[in-house]
């Protein structure tokens, strides 16, 4: 599933097509993804315009300026396709998807399109409204973002203090930090040499305050999702941007899915093994995570 980098790389790839032009109309070319279109989905968003695309977590969020927010969520496979008006006619942006799995398109007044593209239609659309959009379930109880000044080791100290979960699983709950996936949840604990199995209350101090280990990983957490997305995030299967193009941060990683491999840490001679831990696969160094 696309993880936060994945997601931020395609909202910015659709967002000044999005928010360009108004909507001419929207063709579905099926009743239901993952669940029903919303009743009216189509017409309720015709001629509409969205003023921003903003992404919480790993949701894609349309302001549309009657007061309603479209959300859109990528699922498993969900992908976007922009087709821009050029002056020699329709340009497409390459991108590798049969057609047959084109399930949304949106037709907008300059003539773009964009098409969403999903074989296994784990995705959805759902439309809200925004200003209450805090207050419903897939939102409410959503933690920080971790690329925003509201993710702080103080914060998390909070939130992990007298916790014996693995710090892993810690990391991956959502109502702890908004977004993070199993990729980069690996990646992160590598570099800030943390073992994803011990606890993670064992990270806070007797006073509530966060450890200098919590403080690391904290700062690694937001490096290696800044240069994710600066690397167009990581296509191992389905992500692919808005312009087709592929991620290319899986040529960075350190030890997620390098299970064998020596581990990159300098003056470390381990080796980068795998673990399952509620039913995930978890690659780390026991040698220099600890």
Do not use: W
């Amino acid at each position: 599933m696309p993880e936060l980098p994945e997601v931020e790389t395609v909202r910015r790839g659709l967002e000044r097509v999005f928010t360009a032009s108004p909507l001419e109309r929207v063709d579905l070319r099926r009743k239901n993804l993952r669940f029903p279109f919303p009743e009216n989905f189509a017409a309720r968003l015709a001629g509409r315009r969205v003023q921003a695309l903003r992404r919480r977590a790993k949701y894609l969020i349309g302001e549309v300026d009657d007061g309603a927010a479209l959300v859109m969520h990528l699922g498993m496979s969900g992908s976007f396709r922009i087709d821009e008006q050029a002056a020699e006619g329709v340009f497409q942006e390459p991108h590798g998807k049969a057609p047959a799995h084109d399930h949304v398109v949106f037709h907008f007044e300059s003539g773009a399109r964009i098409t969403y593209n999903d074989p296994r239609r784990f995705g959805f659309m759902l439309l809200e409204r925004f200003d209450a959009l805090t207050r419903h379930p897939l939102f409410a109880g959503l933690g920080a973002e971790p690329l925003s000044a509201e993710l702080t080791a103080a914060v998390l100290a909070q939130k992990f203090a007298g916790k014996s979960a693995p710090l892993k699983a810690a990391l991956l709950d959502q109502r702890n930090i908004a977004g993070l996936g199993n990729i980069y949840v690996c990646e992160a604990l590598h570099r800030a040499r943390l073992s994803p199995l011990r606890a993670a209350g064992g990270l806070v101090a007797a006073s509530g305050k966060p450890s200098a280990a919590l403080t690391r990983l904290t700062g690694d957490i937001k490096t290696v999702l800044l240069e994710a997305i600066e690397a167009g995030g990581s296509s191992l299967r389905d992500h692919r941007q808005a312009d087709g193009s592929l991620g290319y941060f899986q040529h960075n990683f350190r030890v997620y899915d390098r299970e064998g491999a020596a581990c990159p840490t300098p003056r470390c001679r381990g080796t980068v093994e795998r673990a399952t831990q509620s039913g995930r696969s978890t690659f780390l160094c026991r040698a220099c995570q600890k």
